[in-house]
């Protein structure tokens, strides 16, 4: 897996107004910006991510992952 890979399956999943993501091929860490994080808890956001990402989080193509995952206002807010 590479990070564009790993950036392109999230964006698939989720409609994403920003996404970084960096790693070593089995550890990421990622800053996800998406409108479909409004009004979700930050443990909601990583379950959406998840979810995106399937079985690939259970067979180990995505060992670990980090995540910051904003609104798109509280990305502004930030200076996104």
Known sequence: MTADQLRALIAAGLPCDHIEVEGDGRHWSAVIVS????????????QRVYATLGTRMHTDEVHALSMQTLTPDEWAAQGG
């Not at 409108?35 to 990583?46: E, I, K, W």
Request: hydrophobic share 35%; aromatic share 8%.
């Open 35 to 46: 409108p479909a994080f409004n009004g979700l808890r930050r443990v909601q956001r990583h």
